[in-house]
């Protein structure tokens, strides 16, 4: 049993030395060895001994050395991922195949240093696929969650993204297209002569994401509450050639929303006509989906669909909106923009209005309140003159206008 230099009982392994007054803390390993360590306080002794103890008992932790990254990705992706929804699972996919396996994928598990995490950033950054911001973020993402798993899972015993500070901007403001209250203006004048305008306009009323509108059916309407719930999403996948519904994108995107008068008129107008227009065989489909992070089976019947096309009697696919967008903002004469850009106004003209950010961030369906600020919110020439106009008319109401010294004499 140890001592201090006052004589006091430290415990097995640990002592105080009399030349510095450091603790040492020591112990035998299984093969006879020993080993011993140096601390300034007795707490940090105690704790290096129970863990090197540990360890060398048990191990350091990693149950599988040997294991390359390719390995364990195939591990987290199939069995690990499968409460995430499947488009979170597909831009994992995309970014380890595309940008992580061509570094690391063959290198072991527990080699991997942050280094090497860099210098896959680095790599999107140069590349000559100009990766954007919000690209090389995902791929960020999909490194860190992947060797999160291996460390909670025992394959790793640091992290290796720890070290590696992300400091490319996700997206540049000049990035994320929204329209002005002015541009905003000419395209609803001209989207009064396409088939689609009730689709845009309703999206500038609600700020639904394009799969959720697309996938939206009569039964999450309350026309006593007008309320709109959103518990489902639905898109066309190209290359398999068929409609995939789903859960929304994430946990907090199941939501109800109220409606403004326009969005429950649009939405009044299309049921009164429902039974008047073009609907393609094709809809008598149900589709089965599952919510992977509930387990909950759901089903989506395509002939209860809001929004459906005029002249196919299918829904519009998602990039089919976009190229019409496109002619619309060349009619109007403002710059192009997609879909997801009037999700992205809709934000815009909330805050302008007065809108409280943590009320947004439900609407939107957001985790967090920095994804709604950082994302949605930007600062535009409409709403800074605004705001400078509400201060001056509240120095005025306050009487704390500064005056000129001519005005002052008079």
């Known amino acids: 049993m140890g001592k201090d230099l006052k004589g006091k009982n430290l415990g ?13 803390a020591r112990f035998v390993s299984k093969t006879g060895v020993r080993q011993q360590a140096r601390f300034d306080t007795v707490i940090e002794a105690r704790n290096w001994r129970d863990k090197a103890i540990y360890e060398d008992k048990y191990g350091d932790g990693v149950d599988s050395p040997d294991m390359t990254v390719d390995e364990w990705y195939f591990i987290w992706n199939t069995e690990l991922n499968k409460d995430l929804s499947s488009n979170t699972r597909r831009n994992y996919a995309d970014r380890y195949l595309m ?16 280094m090497h995490c860099k210098q896959i950033f680095n790599r999107m950054a140069e590349s000559e696929k100009n990766y954007a911001g919000s690209t090389i973020r ?3 993402i999909t490194l860190g969650t992947m060797f999160k798993a291996a460390r909670m899972n025992g394959k790793i015993k640091k992290h290796p993204l720890d070290e590696v500070k992300f400091s490319i901007p996700a997206r540049k403001v000049g990035n994320i297209k929204f329209f002005t209250v002015e541009e905003q203006q000419k395209f609803l004048a001209v989207a009064q002569t396409s088939h689609n305008y009730y689709q845009y306009a309703f999206l500038l009323e609600t700020g639904l994401r394009t799969g959720e509108m697309i996938g939206l059916t009569w039964d999450n309407i309350d026309w006593k509450q007008r309320t709109l719930t959103v ?5 066309f996948r190209h290359k398999q050639n068929f409609w995939r519904a789903g859960p929304p994108k994430t946990k907090t995107s199941k939501r109800t929303i109220w409606l403004t008068q ?12 429902r039974n008047n227009r073009k609907q393609s065989q094709q809809l008598d489909e149900v589709l089965e989906f599952k919510d992977p992070r509930t387990n909950e089976k759901r089903t989506l019947v395509m002939r209860d669909l809001v929004f459906i096309n005029f002249r196919t009697g299918m829904p519009n696919k998602n990039s089919s909106y976009d190229t019409h967008l496109y002619k619309l903002c060349d009619k109007a004469g403002i710059k192009r923009v997609c879909m997801h850009a009037l999700r ?31 994302t949605y919110v930007h600062v535009t020439d ?7 106009r509400q201060f001056e008319e509240g120095q005025r109401a306050n009487g704390l206008c500064a005056t000129t010294k001519s005005d002052a004499a008079t």
């Open 138 to 140: 995902q791929a960020y």
């Open 262 to 273: 326009p969005a429950y008129e649009i939405l009044r107008t299309l049921y009164a006509e």
């Open 231 to 235: 518990d489902k999403s639905l898109e």
């Open 12 to 24: 097995k392994g640990i002592t105080q030395r009399k030349d510095d007054g450091k603790y040492q």
């Open 99 to 114: 940008n992580i396996q061509p570094v690391i994928g063959k290198m072991k598990l527990c080699d991997v240093k942050p």
């Open 344 to 374: 992205h106004t809709y934000a815009t003209r909330a805050i302008e209005n007065g809108m409280p950010p943590k009320i947004l961030q439900n609407l939107l369906g957001h985790a967090s309140l920095k994804t709604t600020m950082d």
């Open 382 to 388: 409409d709403s800074l003159e605004a705001a400078v």
